[in-house]
């Protein structure tokens, strides 16, 4: 079961350096926000089975709900604060 | 219990790659929103459930429910907000003639 865990977190770390793309090289600054957002909710799954290969859920299930928790507030204040004053798209 | 626990799992990864590869392919801002919004939220809230039923009855998988719930609730509300704001913002939308 441990090779099944390592497969999958070799593919998920293959699949988030494609919205890398959208954050470098976005036309507007809202896409590279999109693109931060997407990279996060992936990091989620990938921490939690860096955390069943360990053998320390306990540990690592705290820093998962905490980072889900940065990474809706961060999203959110950015978007109120681009449309208040941000740049012209 | 553990082929299910492979089968959510594999489900999940699939709906992530296929909301990745939306977010490069996709046109207009508001066509990557979609992406986003739906796609990823679904792989990962069937990643999530293989993962915490792989781990059995313990308190920790009720955590990870927790963080499958609180995801499911609060990534569509992001990606909304994201494109209300870009929206009122003035970005125009993507058309096939080329008028907005």
Same mark, same amino acid.
Not at chain 1, 23 to 49: E, H, N, Q, Y
Not at chain 2, 30 to 52: C, E, F, I, P, W
Not at chain 2, 80 to 97: E, Q, V
């Given at each position: /079961?441990?090779?099944?865990?390592?497969? @999958?977190?070799?593919?998920?770390?293959?699949?988030?350096?494609?919205?890398?793309?959208?954050?470098?090289?976005?036309?507007?600054?809202?896409?590279? /926000?999109?693109?931060?957002?997407? +990279?996060?909710?992936? @990091?989620?799954?990938?921490? @939690? +089975?860096?955390?069943?290969?360990?053998?320390?859920?306990?540990?690592?299930?705290?820093?998962? +709900?905490?980072?889900?928790?940065?990474?809706?507030?961060?999203?959110?204040?950015?978007?109120?604060?681009?449309?208040?004053?941000?740049?012209?798209? | 219990?553990?082929?299910?626990? #492979?089968?959510?799992?594999?489900?999940?990864?699939?709906? &992530?790659?296929?909301?990745?590869?939306? #977010?490069?392919?996709?046109?207009?801002?508001?066509?990557?929103?979609?992406? #986003?919004? =739906? $796609?990823?939220? &679904?792989? &990962?809230?069937?990643?999530?459930?293989?993962?915490?039923?792989?781990?059995? !009855?313990?308190?920790? $998988?009720? =955590?990870?429910?927790? #963080?499958?719930?609180?995801?499911? &609730?609060?990534?569509?509300?992001? $990606?909304?907000?994201?494109?209300?704001?870009?929206?009122? =913002?003035?970005?125009?939308? !993507?058309?096939?003639?080329?008028?907005?």
């Amino acid at each position: /079961m441990n090779h099944f865990f390592t497969i @999958t977190a070799i593919i998920l770390s293959i699949v988030m350096v494609l919205p890398f793309y959208r954050l470098v090289v976005g036309p507007t600054v809202f896409d590279r /926000m999109l693109g931060a957002g997407a +990279i996060g909710s992936k @990091t989620l799954v990938l921490l @939690t +089975i860096v955390g069943m290969l360990y053998g320390r859920v306990e540990m690592f299930i705290d820093i998962v +709900i905490a980072y889900s928790l940065l990474n809706f507030i961060g999203v959110l204040a950015a978007a109120k604060y681009l449309e208040k004053k941000g740049i012209e798209p | 219990m553990n082929i299910l626990a #492979v089968i959510l799992i594999i489900g999940g990864v699939f709906f &992530l790659t296929v909301g990745s590869l939306g #977010v490069i392919r996709l046109p207009d801002f508001y066509s990557r929103t979609h992406a #986003v919004g =739906k $796609s990823d939220t &679904l792989g &990962l809230l069937l990643a999530m459930a293989g993962l915490a039923i792989y781990h059995g !009855w313990h308190i920790d $998988s009720l =955590k990870i429910l927790l #963080v499958a719930v609180f995801v499911g &609730l609060s990534n569509p509300t992001a $990606s909304h907000a994201l494109a209300r704001a870009a929206l009122r =913002k003035g970005l125009a939308p !993507w058309t096939r003639g080329g008028r907005t």
